[in-house]
């Protein structure tokens, strides 16, 4: 089993809608990232969290240290967003990331 | 706006084939990270450099794979010989401190790898 696994592993939504992805992981950690990776390869760190709530525009990350569990949350959603969602969590007493598989996220005008 | 370069973007060689792809870490930044990304999954880290120095080369396939950071700046991964296994993406990052929690890690664009 993955010590990290994200939900769903593919979505499709319309424009407009309030999409929810999820990870959960199965060691103590320090921190968990959420990136986007979008056609082609690249990579955009969102959120870096340790603890609570964070929001960026119309990007939202939670996370619930007790429940091993991380949400991120797009708000009023667009094809623009359309990409790859990764989790990924650094390992308490490691110093190195270790990824889910990602979410792809499509967004239909 | 400072970003990591890698080259070649593209690369498809045969098996038995050498292959080698090259990073240039943002100025500055004294960690760098070579991953692979299987199509479907997460990066994986293969090896992690603090400035020369390897600090994490535990998931490199030493047979085959090697890396070096001679001056602490720019990144070599090598591949020899080349199997088909190893077609993926290649992705560089570096980040300012050494140890992903204090720091963001930013990424390159990645060397696609087709090993035919």
């Known amino acids: 089993k993955n010590e990290v696994e994200q939900s769903p592993q593919n979505l499709t939504a319309q424009e407009g809608e309030f999409i929810t992805i999820n990870c959960s992981y199965s060691?103590?950690?320090?921190?968990l990232h959420w990136l986007q990776q979008h056609p082609g390869g690249g990579i955009v760190s969102l959120f870096m969290?340790?603890?609570g709530k964070k929001k960026h525009g119309r990007l939202i990350a939670t996370i619930n240290i007790q429940e091993k569990h991380s949400s991120l949350h797009i708000t009023a959603s667009h094809p623009r967003d359309s990409a790859v969602y990764i989790c990924?969590?650094?390992?308490?007493?490691?110093?190195?990331?270790?990824f889910g598989q990602g979410t792809r996220l499509t967004i239909n005008p | 706006e400072a970003e990591v370069a890698q080259s070649p973007r593209y690369k498809i060689t045969e098996k038995s084939q050498a292959v080698a792809f090259w990073c240039d870490p943002i100025?500055?930044?004294?960690?760098l990270y070579w991953y692979r990304q299987i199509l479907g999954q997460g990066p994986e880290l293969l090896v992690q450099?603090?400035?020369?120095?390897?600090?994490?080369d535990s998931q490199l396939p030493k047979d085959r794979f090697s890396a070096e950071r001679l001056k602490g700046v720019d990144s070599t991964l090598k591949i020899q010989p080349a199997e088909l296994g190893d077609s993926a993406m290649y992705l560089c990052?570096?980040?300012?401190?050494?140890?992903?929690?204090?720091?963001?890690?930013?990424f390159g664009p990645g060397t696609r790898l087709t090993v035919l």
């Open positions: 990052a570096s980040s300012f401190h050494q140890g992903a929690n204090t720091d963001t890690q930013y």
């Open positions: 100025s500055g930044h004294a960690t």
């Open positions: 060691v103590g950690i320090s921190a």
């Open positions: 990924a969590v650094l390992i308490q007493g490691a110093q190195k990331l270790v």
């Open positions: 450099f603090q400035d020369e120095s390897v600090v994490d």
């Open positions: 969290l340790s603890s």
